[in-house]
């Protein structure tokens, strides 16, 4: 019969009491300096595990448009390196809907992508090469060539951020910084000039 919280049953500890004559007390101890014992070493194997660190991605900043400029946007998205040949998922994103936000100040809309088509999508993310297609004034920008070294990091119940260290806007090398991150969250921004 098993007994409440101790892992010891009846022909266990007539076992016990073969071996060392342990009284109740001191085979109580020894049971629950193992139970402490694996639980800790249950702990220690999880903490001690690598896990992979997550993409950011680049959040749009469109600088000298208005609203009604970029109020749809579509981003296409290509297999990286094969100078935009392979396309593999198109989303549009527009002021109408609830899948991005836009944020303006000044000259400057930043348009924060968040949940495509009803579930959660990366936007700008390293994996792929992309182009931002404004329909209202017939232009294209692509981004590609994103350098995300990949990571992982030691630890428990944490997170860790792959850096994005530079891609290619329209052919131009930029280096970008990170943005705030009560506007970006973990995301880099990319400004589109008019």
Same mark, same amino acid.
């Given at each position: 019969?098993?007994?409440?919280? =101790?892992?010891?049953?009846? =022909? ?15 085979? #109580? ?8 014992? *694996? ?33 749809? %946007?579509?981003?296409?998205? +290509? &297999? ?16 109408? @809907? ?9 000259? =400057? ?14 936007? %700008? ?7 931002v297609s404004i329909p209202s004034i017939q232009r @294209?920008?692509?981004? #590609?060539?994103?350098?995300?070294? &990949? ?7 944490? @997170?860790?951020?792959?850096? *994005? ?7 131009? #090398?930029? *280096? ?9 969250? +973990?995301? +880099? ?6």
């Amino acid at each position: 019969m098993l007994v409440a919280g =101790s892992c010891c049953c009846s =022909s266990f500890r007539r076992s016990c009491s073969k071996l060392g004559k342990l009284n109740e007390f001191d085979m #109580q101890l020894l049971i629950n300096k193992k139970s402490i014992g *694996i639980c800790l070493l249950a702990v220690l194997m999880n903490a001690c595990r690598n896990v992979p660190c997550h993409n950011q991605n680049l959040t749009p900043v469109f600088i000298g448009f208005s609203v009604s400029d970029i109020d749809t %946007l579509i981003f296409r998205q +290509y &297999q990286k390196s094969e100078n935009f040949q392979q396309l593999l998922d198109t989303f549009v994103i527009t002021t109408n @809907t609830r899948n991005a936000h836009y944020v303006s100040s000044h000259d =400057s809309t930043i348009v924060l992508l968040d949940v495509i088509g009803g579930e959660k999508k990366k936007i %700008l993310i390293p994996d792929y090469d992309w182009q931002v297609s404004i329909p209202s004034i017939q232009r @294209t920008d692509s981004i #590609q060539e994103m350098v995300s070294p &990949q990571s992982d990091n030691d630890c428990w119940k944490c @997170t860790c951020w792959n850096p *994005i260290n530079s891609f290619k806007q329209n052919g131009k #090398q930029v *280096i970008p910084t990170q943005g705030d991150r009560n506007v970006f969250g +973990y995301s +880099y921004p990319a400004y589109i000039r008019k």
